[in-house]
């Protein structure tokens, strides 16, 4: 007996507003089962709801950057469901992001001591802070209230770049757990590799799209085999710079901070000096070799 995906991906009970009370019913569920097994009255116990609100938010909003270019590489009934609910998963990682919030703000004023002593940079506060007004503004502007205030464009140029920000933060926090921190956690390989392959997904759709538009101009326009082996080269090369940070971050990092300004911007700049996002830009030039084409 065949199962019917297309017709199964279908069901009322997986799509729209009713996949999200799914999910994020059965997220604060497992929340509020947590709290009630651990201390919350402890800095470790607050903390360890920290950690488990993040894990549960990253994989929405690694699901959402990849969900437009899975469709584009892979049409089919999956990624037609994935990408129709795109909204609602992004609504997921939001309140999971919520929860978080929630946690954070009972570590800064119950434990003020530890928060500022131990947890608090400007940096690190800046650049959360930064997410949380951007995923707030994408989430006012997720329904027709919000919306109405902004053109197509604006609304494009907003949710972009908050996918894009949203995308960055915990990607970079794994990014350090990886290759600057010691001893990192299996989950930490996996979502640093989640992240790296639904921004790689995405780079990759886009190439795919360039090549059809270049196509459909003109037929007979080709991308000459020295740009391919080239572009290939490069791709593989970003590829051994994700996952190789622990060979290179060092001199490289003695390298971008050798100036005085670099180092100034690096207390105020958010991901500054972008060395989480190396291998992505490299793969990212691979590509646009690859898909270049000539007449």
């Keep these: 007996m065949s ?16 996949l999200y009370w799914l999910i994020a019913i059965s997220m604060s569920i497992v929340m509020v089962i947590a709290i009630m097994g651990v201390d919350m009255s402890t800095v470790s116990g607050v903390r360890s709801m920290i950690q488990l609100s993040v894990r549960w938010a990253v994989p929405f909003i690694f699901m959402v950057v990849a969900a437009s270019a899975v469709q584009t590489l892979f049409p089919g009934p999956f990624p037609a469901w994935w990408l129709r609910n795109g909204k609602y998963l992004g609504l997921c990682f939001a309140t999971a992001m919520a929860w978080q919030g929630l946690f954070i703000f009972i570590m800064s004023n119950f434990f003020r001591d530890y928060y500022f002593e131990e947890v608090f940079l400007f940096r690190d506060e800046l650049e959360g802070s930064i997410g949380y007004i951007f995923l707030t503004a994408m989430v006012v502007t997720s329904f027709n ?47 640093y590799w989640a992240g790296f392959l639904a921004f ?3 780079i990759a759709a886009w190439g795919k799209k360039r090549q059809q538009v270049a196509q459909e101009n003109d037929p007979a326009r080709s991308t000459p085999l ?70």
């Design 200 to 202: 790689a997904s995405r």
């Design 3 to 18: 199962i019917d995906l297309k017709a199964l991906l279908q069901t009322k009970a997986i799509n729209g507003w009713r």
């Design 226 to 295: 020295a740009f391919k082996v080239v572009g290939g080269t490069i791709i593989a090369f970003g590829i051994f710079v994700a996952a190789s940070g622990l060979h290179w971050v060092e001199p490289v990092s003695a390298i971008v901070f050798g100036p005085q300004w670099s180092a100034d911007l690096y207390l105020w700049l958010p991901f500054w000096p972008f060395r989480v996002f190396y291998s992505l830009f490299i793969v990212g030039m691979g590509t646009l070799l690859v898909t270049k084409a000539r007449a």
């Design 145 to 191: 209230f919000g919306r109405k205030y902004l053109t197509p464009k604006q609304w494009e140029l907003l949710h972009r770049s908050a996918v894009y920000y949203l995308f960055a933060y915990p990607f970079a926090v794994y990014w350090w757990n990886l290759f600057v921190y010691e001893d990192p956690l299996p989950i930490d390989y996996l979502y």
